[in-house]
């Protein structure tokens, strides 16, 4: 299959930018707030209502695509051959609803389990990171460039706060090497910290949705993702993921032998 990654790259441009703007103009809405697997864990009708956006115009640009959506508008995906389209309309939903800030829409781009191209949109910072490693990555226009080797000493990790709290797979103890832990709730928030250089890394329990975007983007920043096993992420699963700068596996790896 044929692809122009910089006509994905410019419509991911445009369609998170349409949806950015609709969430921000719902904000002044109310919500329908409901709960899916738990009391913490929710999902509004403007999630639905962009998720919808999203696949219409995936439908309609790239037809041949699948889809792998976070409210289940899409396809039902059990592997990653072909052209791919990861979506999550709003990440950080919890946030989204108490505090109205610190919240993503993002999506990410895969050809035969390959990034193409992601974008991921701070949607009340109006910062927009989009790229792939065939594309470069941009932060509002402005090109970004690789991300400098550092001592973990020297930077700062965002963490899932329950694996913080209870050292889960002696997160809490790669935390002590650092310069120190930030939870934000929101895996496209934190994923664009690590790849405009203010983190050096992000650990936390993530879905394919939350990771699709920010590894297609970070693969071309000299930023890995890996799993606890030292694999590349599934985006088949839900799975604990260690992105960030290569000293931050590599501390990670020596805790857990």
Same mark, same amino acid.
């Given at each position: 299959?044929?692809?122009?990654?910089?006509?994905?790259? /410019?419509?991911?441009?445009?369609?998170?930018?349409?949806?950015?703007?609709?969430?921000?103009?719902? %904000?002044?809405? &109310? %919500?329908?707030?409901?709960?899916?697997?738990?009391?913490?864990?929710?999902?509004?009708?403007?999630?639905?209502?962009?998720?919808?956006?999203?696949?219409?115009?995936?439908?309609?640009?790239?037809?041949?695509?699948?889809?792998?959506?976070?409210?289940?508008?899409?396809?039902?995906?059990?592997?990653?051959?072909?052209? *791919?389209?990861?979506?999550?309309? *709003?990440?950080?939903?919890?946030?989204?609803?108490?505090?109205?800030?610190?919240?993503?829409?993002?999506?990410?781009?895969? %050809?035969?389990?390959?990034?193409?191209?992601?974008?991921?949109?701070?949607?009340?910072?109006?910062? %927009?990171?989009?790229?792939?490693?065939?594309?470069?990555? +941009?932060?509002?226009?402005?090109?970004?460039?690789?991300?400098?080797?550092?001592?973990?000493?020297?930077?700062?990790?965002?963490?899932?706060?329950? +694996?913080?709290? &209870?050292?889960?797979?002696?997160?809490?103890?790669?935390?002590?090497? #650092? #310069?120190?832990?930030?939870?934000?709730?929101?895996?496209?928030? &934190?994923?664009?910290?690590?790849? +405009?250089?203010?983190?050096?890394?992000? *650990?936390?329990?993530?879905?394919?949705?939350?990771?699709?975007?920010?590894?297609?983007?970070?693969?071309?920043?000299? *930023?890995?993702? /890996?799993?606890?096993?030292?694999?590349?992420?599934?985006?088949?699963?839900?799975?604990?993921?260690?992105?960030?700068?290569?000293?931050?596996?590599?501390?990670?790896?020596?805790?857990?032998?």
């Amino acid at each position: 299959m044929k692809l122009e990654p910089l006509k994905i790259q /410019h419509d991911l441009v445009a369609w998170l930018t349409v949806a950015g703007d609709k969430i921000r103009q719902s %904000l002044t809405e &109310e %919500l329908q707030v409901n709960t899916k697997s738990g009391r913490n864990d929710l999902v509004t009708n403007r999630d639905k209502e962009i998720e919808r956006f999203y696949v219409n115009q995936i439908r309609t640009y790239y037809p041949e695509a699948r889809i792998y959506g976070e409210e289940g508008f899409g396809d039902e995906i059990n592997d990653l051959s072909g052209l *791919i389209f990861f979506v999550d309309p *709003i990440d950080g939903t919890m946030n989204f609803v108490k505090q109205k800030e610190n919240f993503a829409t993002m999506i990410g781009v895969y %050809l035969d389990g390959e990034p193409i191209v992601g974008g991921i949109l701070d949607v009340m910072a109006q910062r %927009l990171v989009v790229g792939g490693p065939q594309t470069g990555v +941009m932060l509002n226009g402005r090109p970004l460039s690789k991300r400098p080797s550092l001592d973990i000493k020297d930077g700062l990790i965002g963490v899932n706060s329950r +694996m913080l709290s &209870e050292n889960i797979n002696q997160v809490t103890d790669l935390i002590r090497l #650092s #310069s120190g832990a930030r939870i934000t709730g929101s895996a496209g928030v &934190e994923f664009s910290q690590v790849i +405009m250089g203010k983190q050096i890394g992000y *650990i936390s329990n993530l879905s394919p949705w939350d990771v699709a975007a920010g590894w297609a983007i970070a693969s071309a920043l000299n *930023i890995e993702a /890996h799993t606890i096993a030292g694999q590349r992420p599934s985006l088949l699963k839900r799975e604990v993921i260690i992105a960030g700068i290569p000293t931050v596996w590599q501390n990670f790896a020596k805790l857990q032998s």
